[in-house]
């Protein structure tokens, strides 16, 4: 077993820090009060006196990897339908298990973007108190879109107050929702602007928010100093969204070159493109109208991906996974962008820095504090990534984390 403490210093580590620099040997990395306070060579710097020592013996230390699109609800369900008929109880002993598995794979913050009720925050609550055991979770609460929009699953004649989605319509219940979620705590609002493969009432070409809506939203986000993950697969969509100013634009299924040329100028947002839906869907769902419509928008989002990375995009990896690929698996979104032209390094920086990036005003931490061993001396990723779900399996790596500051420090 590793040490944990929030306060340690590992010497003789062959480091790859995620800023895109080779990986260096015999580095010190300092760790205080569960933040990097030094990172050096190990030649002429003696260890802290003040720090328990942890000799990484040559091995091969990276950041933790982190996920900015993750349901912990998400359990093998075969529509969206399906969610809302299961209790909160049981969703939130799921949301747990499903944070210490994915911990366990190496990702050790990851972002939830649609949940019932406040089962994402409880969960990032819980961790925090050291309850259980978990990433750093940035918790959103249910998804915002419109009545009969993105994550509407409940029938015309039926209400349900916790469901996966909260309806809206019009700019006044768009404020209304974003101000309740800030109550509650959330760390991010995520908004469905557009219809899913899964969706029952829209399809992913087709656009359920209106421009007032949205920008109020991104507004009103900004107001209680919460970032937005906007969902969007149409044209107009990503359009709409890139000129709100949303923080991350998920999936991205549809961009014509305008947009993706605003998106690359745009500062602060970023896209998260999530090819693990797209061959999730086509692998192992047996949701028709998802798959007839996911066999339509594969060729359509990787070619929007291939001319959104060519323009300069800031590209971050989110999975979505759960319901069809297992919760741990999410190395595999990092195989597909390699196979999209991705170089190793850019897939692991897009979980690494601009993850970080992606996700930092809901960050409070100055700089990371997990870190994943390889199990053996000279062990590194390997530079192609068909075994990287091997390499990054709970059996073959070990995570040191060093806890957060004590609740409310």
């Known amino acids: 077993m590793m040490p944990n403490g929030r306060s340690l210093a590992v010497i003789n580590a062959l480091l790859w820090d995620g800023t895109g620099r080779d990986p260096e040997a015999r580095r010190l990395i300092e760790v205080r009060e569960g933040r990097i306070a030094r990172i050096g060579p190990l030649e002429g710097s003696a260890p802290p006196r003040d720090l328990p020592v942890l000799d990484a013996d040559g091995r091969f230390v990276m ?18 339908s399906e969610i809302d008929q299961w209790p909160l109880e049981y969703h939130t002993l799921r949301a747990a298990e499903n944070a210490a598995t994915i911990l366990s794979y ?67 219940e768009v404020r209304k929702a974003v101000r309740t979620q800030a109550k509650q705590g959330v760390d991010n609002i995520k908004v469905g602007i557009t219809g899913a493969e899964a969706s029952p009432y829209v399809t992913t070409e087709q656009t359920a928010f209106s421009p007032e809506e949205l920008n109020a939203l991104v507004d009103e986000a900004r107001r209680f100093g919460k970032t937005v ?39 602060d947002t970023y896209l998260v493109p999530t090819l693990c839906t797209i061959y999730s869907f086509l692998d192992l769902s047996k949701n028709k109208k998802a798959v007839d419509e996911m066999r339509i928008n594969e060729p359509i989002w990787l070619d929007s991906l291939r001319r959104a990375r060519a323009a300069g995009v800031k590209i971050a990896a989110g ?20 196979k999209q032209g991705f170089t190793p390094q850019e897939a692991l920086l897009a979980a690494t820095r601009t993850a970080a990036r992606a996700m930092t005003s809901a960050i409070r931490a100055a700089s990371w504090s997990t870190m994943i061993f390889a199990s053996s001396p000279g062990v590194t990723p390997p530079r192609s990534f068909p075994t990287f779900r091997s390499w990054m399996s709970g059996r073959s790596n070990e995570i040191v984390a060093v806890p957060r500051p004590t609740w409310g420090a």
């Open 319 to 338: 999975s979505d996974l759960g319901n069809r690929y297992l919760q741990g698996e999410q190395a595999i979104e990092l195989e597909l962008l390699v």
């Open 63 to 80: 950041p933790g990897l982190l996920d900015c699109h993750v349901h912990l609800i998400y359990c093998r369900f075969g529509s969206l």
């Open 229 to 267: 993950a906007c969902h969007a697969q149409s044209y107009l969509g990503a359009r709409m969204a890139v000129a709100a100013g949303v923080t991350t634009i998920e999936h991205g299924t549809r961009m014509d070159d305008e947009t993706i040329a605003r998106l690359a100028a745009a500062e």
């Open 106 to 172: 190496g990702y050790t913050t990851v972002r939830d973007v649609g949940t019932r009720g406040a089962i994402a925050s409880a969960v990032r609550d819980a961790i925090d108190h050291g309850l259980v055991t978990g990433p750093r979770v940035l918790a959103s609460g249910p998804i915002i879109c419109s009545e009969g929009g993105h994550a509407d699953s409940t029938p015309p004649w039926m209400r349900n107050e916790v469901s996966l989605a909260v309806t809206v319509n019009g700019v006044d």
